[in-house]
């Protein structure tokens, strides 16, 4: 790794490589935060084996990240309620830009960029009003806090880009205040919901689940090439009511909810951390770190078609042939959803932390 | 296959805690001793007992007291081996066909409703029958069928005849497949040195640990805490396996079984050993004063207050000495599962 960085670094220095792309930073295929056996937090960029390619200092525990779409650039974002992000260019090692959140805002963890890569979409909580928002930022001038807009709801937490350019916006619905730590203040009354929003970042549509579900937090996106929307939910509620934990939703239109049967379900335990969807859109696949699980659901019937025991499993993303799926326990699998084996699987002694972020 | 849908193997481990696990080796005789004595066993127990089971059932399908004392000690065996959910008992989810609970959303009745409905003809196949709602399979079903009023009188004698012989037969056949595949591969994988999906003594120490800590939290949370509700909304009918009378016996039948678990992961530390033994005792007292079979008590709140001190004792298993096991083995919690967002 070292060998390859210097290498890298090496010819930067020397002018070689006029225009980086993302096949200089050895293509990662995945990126994860982690912790690593000494304790300390990592962003690592893996193949598409799970072999770590590099892996970068965090000053504290990361949760997500956004890949820039044509640069070798990744914004790995502190764990809520962080308040730093951190630009590292993936061939050097180099932090290349760090963003701080604005004053009485928090980041989620997560983000998203425009289709051109000229900005980055960044979900935050203005803590004070109690409200989300979404901050916007300028690649070009070194990642400077250009404009902020309406997330739409209480606790936006994930963020992705749709075919069109425009966004969909998973507010959980959870109020925190960054004085009480991660302590939820609104349970009762809490709405979370899915907001549209343009490219430019006003909101054209929303869609909430009936008053029954409104303890189901939506917290986290994955999305097929055509702009199926899978969302993923953790039930705040008695968790042996606990409903749903898997949404399919196209703007506009009704969300279809997929569940498992009885104790299938309940093997959950009311919390699904990840989720992912398969290219074409067939299936979606929630991770449950808590029952050790994985489920993978058809997403035109919403059935449960396959699950994949595992301890500690949280990041998912799709791979080639099905899921990829890592664990607190170092493990990185590559499910295939055809024949219902791990295709490969790689260790590391990595902790890898709540996601496996897809890049390309 | 058995049904459509799998569970893939791919194991499984608890969660390693940072160094000082030890070196390669040296928890065999405590890995040797659980699969010998404590897992295998068990799930011998089981298949004897769902065999005794099948034969009651074709010897008389009424539910009378010679099935009803059949399907009671098989249903014993179950509950005595059902906190080691790995390996042999998760493929082609003969878990949840053994035991389809809790289930939230009556999915069991309604299943046994439309078979009988339609006298579907799949109780006359065995593998047929695999196919049927996995809701309709296994113990828990089978109970509606033997003590529940709405059930036991529905349809035709004929058919209930035919449904109860194909679920004792399906549990026979499950549990004969469970434990062939324990005797033939997966004690193999965990005995010394570690193979198959264990990469090494570390994962094989996780799933071992994981058994005791999951099945002290099933029992606290979900034998326990699903009658308990809250304290303004308690949910007695929530009870395992209330039909039959057998919620509390569920709760002591696990309890024996995890502690023979945790005693045997306590090894040769004798300080550990009777710290778990005082911890467990505790428990089982108050279960054995309890005297409320159903869990009924739940409904005034001195009654809910005496099954709450008995979670109580249980979740403090879990907090000290099974914690206490984990630090012997060099295993702990997920760093997900922990703390997840």
Known sequence: MTSRRTFLAGMLAAGALPTPTWAEAGDPAFLSAARAPDGAYRLCGLDARGQVLFQQPLPARGHAAAAHPTRPEAVAFARRPGTFALVVDCRSGQIAARLDSPEGRHFYGHGAFSA????????????????????????????????????????????????????????????????????????????????????????????????????????HLALSDDGLVAFAMQWQGDEYEAPALLGLHREGQEPLLAMAEGPMHDAMQGYAGSVAMDAAGTRAAISSPRGGLVQIFDTATGALVEQVAEADACGLSCGAGGFVITSGIGHVIGYDTGSGRSDWQAASEMQWDNHLVRIG | MRRPLRTALIPLAFVLM????????????????????????????????????????????TPGPALKEAWGAAFDAWISASHLRFGPTEADNRAFSLAFWPDSRGATPKALSALIADSDPAVENAEDFTQVSIAAQGFY?????????????????????????????????????????????????????????????????????????????????????????????????????????????????????????????????????????????????????????????????????????????????????????????????????????
């Open chain 2, 18 to 61: 940072p160094p000082g696990a030890g070196q390669a080796g040296e928890f065999d005789a405590t890995v040797t001793d659980v699969v010998e004595n404590h897992i295998l066993p068990r799930f011998d127990a089981l298949a004897e007992a769902s065999e005794a089971l099948d034969a009651a059932a074709l010897a008389d399908c």
């Open chain 2, 141 to 341: 079903a089978l109970e509606y069928m033997l003590y529940d009023d709405q059930f036991t009188g529905m349809g035709t004698p004929a058919y209930r005849c035919a449904l109860i012989r194909a679920m004792t037969g399906d549990i026979e056949r499950t549990t004969l497949a469970i434990a062939s595949d324990w005797h033939e591969t997966w004690a193999g994988y965990l005995l010394p040195p570690p193979s198959g999906p264990y990469r090494d003594e570390d994962e094989v120490l996780g799933e071992l640990f994981g058994a005791l800590s999951q099945g002290l939290q099933f029992t606290s949370d979900t034998r326990l805490g699903r009658p308990m509700g809250t304290f303004d909304r308690p949910r007695a009918t929530r009870a395992e396996a209330r039909r039959s009378g057998r919620s509390l016996r569920h709760v002591e039948l696990s309890l024996a079984a995890l502690r023979d678990l945790g005693e045997r992961l306590s090894g040769d530390d004798a300080e550990l050993l009777a710290q778990v033994d005082e911890g467990f005792q505790t428990a089982q007292d108050l279960a054995a004063d309890l005297d409320d079979p159903i869990f009924a008590g739940v409904d005034d709140p001195s009654g809910r207050l005496r099954v709450e001190i008995l979670q109580q004792a249980i979740d403090h298993i879990r907090e000290q000495e099974a914690a206490n096991i984990g630090a012997r083995l060099g295993v702990g919690a997920g760093f997900n599962a922990l703390d997840g967002d």
């Open chain 1, 116 to 219: 051109d890569g000229a900005l980055l979409f960044t979900p935050e909580n203005d803590y004070e009003a109690g409200q989300g928002v979404i901050g916007v930022w300028d690649v070009a001038s070194g990642y400077s806090r250009v404009d902020e807009v309406p997330s739409g709801g209480v606790g936006p937490h994930d963020i992705l880009r749709l075919p069109d350019g425009s966004f969909v916006v998973a507010n959980g619905g959870i109020e925190t205040h960054p004085d009480a730590g991660r302590a939820k203040l609104n349970l009762p009354v809490m709405r979370p919901n899915l907001t549209y929003m343009s490219a430019a970042g006003s909101i054209r549509s929303q869609m909430e689940l009936p008053e029954e579900m409104h303890l189901n937090s939506i917290r």
